[in-house]
């Protein structure tokens, strides 16, 4: 089955740029989605389609895909922006939906 | 306002049945895919299967065929997820959310529902 890894954190400083990777076998030809989950919340979509932003959704955010990685990025990151953040792929060799692990978003 | 509602919080034991619910107002409740999506506590999340109330097309995730089935009445545009008998590691938060299709974003998430199975 198809597989997303992303690193378990990633910190920051207030300010500067985050970069959040979700690594696959040739991500780079699927379509990948980004949510941001805050404590107790329910996910956010972010990011679709690899780089699209969804009507809200602050241009700090953005994305890029190609090859076997995936990058969200924010930049001029904001105490607000701590969360977990989850990738996500429809797997069309078995028809079925795929999250990575989930990276939780320190801010220093 | 789309908006995805769910059944509130259950305490259940081990071994009963219990049936959850996603009812989403405000858009064609046909026309979008329901994906249930498990997550337990302090983890990450699991897709465990969605559903097209269209025409009750059904996929699972592989981890989840034959632990709890999903349904949707289209009459009331609302989706179901339900177990026959509950176990202990059923305790979780379930999300129901909508995807226009195969390859296409969860753009509408519900609150979760928090299920815990305890003796």
């Known amino acids: 089955s198809y597989v997303l890894t992303q690193p378990p954190s990633v910190s920051v400083a207030p300010g500067k740029t985050a970069r959040i990777t979700c690594g696959g076998d040739?991500?780079?030809?699927?379509?990948v989605h980004w949510y941001q989950q805050k404590p107790g919340q329910a996910p956010v979509l972010v990011v679709s389609?690899?780089?699209d932003r969804p009507s809200g959704v602050p241009e700090r955010f953005s994305g890029s895909n190609s090859g076997n990685t995936a990058t969200l990025s924010i930049s001029r990151v904001e105490g607000g922006d701590e969360a977990d953040y989850f990738c996500?792929?429809?797997?069309?060799?078995?028809?079925?939906?795929?999250f990575g692990g989930g990276a939780k978003l320190t801010v220093l | 306002e789309v908006q995805l509602v769910q059944s509130g919080a259950e305490v259940s034991k081990p071994g009963e049945s219990l049936k959850i619910s996603c009812k989403g107002p405000?858009?064609?409740?046909?026309?979008?895919?329901i994906a249930w999506v498990r997550q337990m506590p302090g983890k990450g999340l699991e897709w465990m299967g969605s559903?097209?109330?269209?025409?009750?097309?059904?996929r699972y995730s592989p981890s989840f065929q034959g632990q709890a089935t999903i349904s949707a009445d289209r009459a009331t545009s609302t989706a179901y997820l339900q177990w026959s008998s509950l176990k202990a590691s059923d305790t979780a938060k379930y999300y129901c959310?909508?995807?226009?299709?195969?390859?296409?974003?969860?753009?509408?998430w519900g609150p979760g529902t928090t299920v815990t199975v305890s003796s």
């Open positions: 959310t909508r995807h226009y299709g195969y390859y296409f974003a969860m753009d509408v």
């Open positions: 405000g858009y064609d409740f046909t026309s979008y895919w």
């Open positions: 559903i097209y109330p269209g025409d009750s097309e059904t």
């Open positions: 040739d991500i780079g030809s699927k379509s």
């Open positions: 389609d690899d780089s």
């Open positions: 996500q792929v429809w797997d069309n060799d078995s028809d079925h939906v795929v």
